[in-house]
Structure formats: C-alpha cells, structure tokens
C-alpha cells in the first residue's frame, strides 16, 4: 500500500498534466488541421478492424499506406466512448502526457529527477510541442516521439545494470513507435538512440565495453516485434511517385511563411544558441553534453528545410516529400536537457528549480501567444498559408451534410466538398458516401491526383493549378459518377465551372450549397480482396499486443524497484 501510495504522489504531476490537456484537447485540439484525418482513420479500425482496404476516400484505398498503432488507439476510445472527437481528446491528451513522462524518465540519465520533470515541463510548453499538439494535430508524431525517447532511456538502463527485462522493453516501445509513425520511427529513433549511446559512453566509458553488441541484440528483437509492419512495408515498395505537394515548412524564411516559422520555432532556435553560448563559456565543463547539442543543432539545421543542401544530401529525391517543422519539434526536448543541464552545472548562488520554474512560465507565456495569433490569423487550419480558410465549418452543417449523402448518395455514386478543409473526413466518418477526394494524398492512386501536385480537390482553388485540376475532374464526372459536389465559400468562381458541366444547384445546408448532376449515371463499385489473410491479422493484433505488453512489463518493473 505504501508503495502504491509513494508511486501516486511521484506521478501526481502527470495526473495534473492530463486533467489540463484533456478540456484543451476538447476546445482546441480536435480541430487541429490533421485531427479529422486521424479520427477518420480511427474510425476505420473501429467499423472493419482487420480490413486493409477503405472505400469512403479516392474511390478505395489501402489503410497500410499508415502506421496503425494510434489509430487503433482511437477504435478503442471510439467504441468505448461513441463519438471520435472524445477518443481524439482523450488519447491526444494520454499521448501529451505519456511524451512528458516519457522526457522526464530520459532526462534523468542526464539531470536530477525534478530537474528532468521541470525540463520536461519545459519541452511541452514550448510553441513546437503546443503548435503541433493543438493547431496541427500531429499526435501520431508525438505518440512516436513519446515512446521513443521511453525505449531510449530503459536500453540505457538495461546497459547499466544488465537487467534483461529492460532490454525486452526497450525493443517493444521501438517497435511500438515504428507502428505508430514511420518518419517517426525511420529519421529520430536511430538519431536519438546514436546520440544517446555516444553522450552515455562518454559519461561512464566503463561500462560499455560490449556496446555493440547490446545494441545489435536491441535491433533484432526489435526487427522480431515488428514482424506486424510487413504490410506498410510492401504498400512502401508499390507506391506510385506522385509530384511535389508544396509545404511551407521547406523555405521556412520565406517572407509569406516567416510568421509561422516565428511562432513555430524562434523559442527552440533560442535555447540552441543560448546552449551553445553558456557551453562555449563553461569549456571542458559542458564536455559531455556534446553530443546532445549536436543531434539538436543538426535537427535543426534540418527544420530549416530545403534553405540548406542537407536534406538533399541525406535524403536525396525524398527530400521534396518531406515536412521539415517536425525536425524543430524533435531538436526541443535535447536541446531543453542540454540547456537544463548547462545552467544547473556549478550553480553556485543559483536557485535551480526557481530558475526553470521562471524558464517555464517564459516559454508557456511565448507559446500562448503564438497559439492565439496563429488561431485569431486561422493560418494554421491547414499546413499552407494560402489557404486562408476564414472559417471552419459547423458541427451542425457537417452532420447534415453527412445526412444528406446517406439518404442520396448511394453505392453507384461519389461526392466531392469543395472548401471543408480537414473536417470533411468528420462527413466521412457519418457517412457511408464515397469521395473520388480525401486528405492522406499518399494513399491515392489515380494518377490525375497523383501527378496533380495538388493536396485535395477540396482546397483546389487555394493551389496555383487548382483550378485546371478540377477542370480535369470535371470532365470526366462520369467516369468517376460524380453526382453530388458540396460548396462552401467562393460560389462566384465555383457556380460557373458547375454550371457548365451540367450541374444545378439543389438545395442549401446551412452554409454550404449541394449542386448535383442528374445526368452522371452510377459506377460499378471496384471490390478488393475481402478474406482475412495473415497481414491482415498481423496488422490487426500485433501492434496492439507490443504496446499493451510493454506497458505491462513497465509497470511490473516499477514495482520491482521497490
């Protein structure tokens, strides 16, 4: 009982963390600009859990195209709870809070413990994490990130004290991250793990004489954990190449995009320059923080994108694919503990916790107020600062919508919305209707899409070719049996191009009118292979198992301790 009870008031911060993350979640993150999209997927696993193949987007596309772990997550918390948007806030808060304990218990390899909480507290304030946590709905990112760092610091303690149990933890969490993001999983794990080995070795070099070995023993149990991926694998090696969507976030300083870069990145481009200064000060002292600060200056040298030659040297062709703000979001926490650990080291008068008690109250204060200029400015509705969508469609007006497509839009026909953004796949999700459209481009397979250089139809008219593509579409409605298109917003540019493609407007659902095509006759729907077979069972079972067995035997190693 005491030690039950010594384990609540140890963890009474992360308690606090998620009782204010789950109402923030609620109010401002189900609206982040990928949050329907995962809630969409959620949905999925939630209504066909072992099927790899959903029709409601791109007229079909394989599921596999993604990671499963979060998204099966949010199936539980969806048919737990009956609405998406309360299983979004409810595992978006569990994963802000598990990447705070996942920092804490890794920044206590390098910082006292309530060093590393403060730290970690630090990290989660900063506008990197709260941007990508609230306006941009990463939490498959964070989720990863989380438990990586969490298989970072058991592989180190299963170095330090050789207990086997940690090493078996640390190999699930890495697998459990590569189920959950693949970039995630692919650029970070390997760096942090690289960084961490290096700044370990060179605290304690005794210890880790048989290193190389240890690590190669961690990389084939979690090669063994992570037999469930094979079907986001061969997805990977049969994917059409598809042409550069633009993305801010590859020329950052930008004039259009300096406003985001600020906001996004100014506090983490800070501690690292204010690391570097107070290491350079303190000389041979700051030594072993090397390595740290090296792995954050070089993740940042990454987030500045396509500014700089490395990404093209690293990453070659796939370099024009990638989003690099995540590559911010990764250097924060390393550069928070270097930084930590800098000021901590010889305190002398210094008041440490007061100190970065202060730093935090900084860092929250800077991150409110980018929070609120990036949300009153609706910039952050979507990832490109030209699609300034000056208002988000109603609850209410979805869920009509969503009705309306029930009762009209059957088997042999598809839909498109035009000016929803993001919340379209909350139609999707109260909707049996099919879409030629959708918002994960990297499924699609139609090679209009494909080679359209274009995001969705949705927000056609934000993109320099948007227009044309939609043209393009429209001119082949048959084909494809589009008989309902969706408007909201720019009526004057849309209701000529429908009109002349022979389509009347019908009715209005609050804010968005429903045009339809009455000559489109109905296509025959293009099923795929419905029997179980065994990718689908691995994917179905697997990534669930790892994680849930890792939480498991980190309980049971906690209480061990005691």
Known sequence: MGTLHNKFLQNLWLLILILLAFPLTLYIGVSGYDAPIHMFFGDHYAKSWFSLWDYRWYNGFNVASYPPLVHQLLAFSELILLEPTLGYALIS??????????????????????????????????????????????????????????????????????????????????????????????????ILYVTTIIQTYLSHKA?????????????????????????????TLNVPIQTEISHWSRYPFNSGYLNLTVCYS??????????VIIMIIKGKKTKPLMPLISAAIFLTFLSMGLLTPLPQ?????????????????????????????????NPRKLSIPWTLILLIALIGIIAVSAILYLRTRTIMYSYEPSYLSFSIPEDRCIQAVAKFLNQN???????????????????????NAKT????YPTARSDPLLTQSGVESLDSTIHWSNGLKILNAVLSKADFYGLKYIIVRGHDDVYSAMLKAYGYKQ??????????????INSIELKKQNENLEITSILWGVIPLITFMTSLGLMIIDAFKKQ
């Not at 839909?415 to 993001?422: K, N, P, R, V, W």
């Not at 019908?506 to 000559?519: K, L, V």
């Open 266 to 275: 100014f506090t983490t481009y800070s501690l690292v320059v204010l690391s």
């Open 436 to 439: 030629i459209d959708g918002f």
């Open 409 to 431: 839009c059957g088997d042999g026909y598809r839909y498109l919305t035009l000016g929803f953004s993001t919340k379209a796949s909350i139609i999707s999700i109260l909707s």
């Open 506 to 519: 019908d009715n209005q659902i609050y804010d968005a009118s429903i045009w339809i095509n009455e000559h």
């Open 93 to 190: 808060s569990i994963s802000i809070v598990l990447y705070a304990y996942a920092l804490a218990r890794y920044g206590k390899l390098f910082l006292e413990y309530k060093i590393s909480i403060l730290a970690s507290i630090a990290t989660i304030l900063t506008p990197a994490t709260m941007i990508s946590f609230l306006l941009y709905g990463h939490l498959t990112t964070i989720f990863s990130t989380a438990l990586a760092f969490l298989s970072s610091a058991f592989f180190i303690e299963y170095i330090k004290n050789h207990n086997y149990i940690k090493l078996v933890i640390s190999s699930l969490l890495a697998s459990a991250s590569i189920y959950s993001h693949h970039l995630t999983s692919m650029i970070f794990l390997p």
């Open 313 to 345: 040297i690293i990453f070659q062709g796939f370099s024009k694919w990638l989003t690099y703000e995540r590559f911010t979001f990764w250097a924060t926490p390393l550069v928070m503990i270097t930084f930590s650990k800098a000021i901590t080291s």
């Open 207 to 235: 210890i880790y004489k048989k290193i190389l070995k240890e690590a190669l023993r961690l990389l084939s149990l979690t090669a063994l954990f992570s037999v469930g991926i094979y079907p986001f694998i061969e997805f």
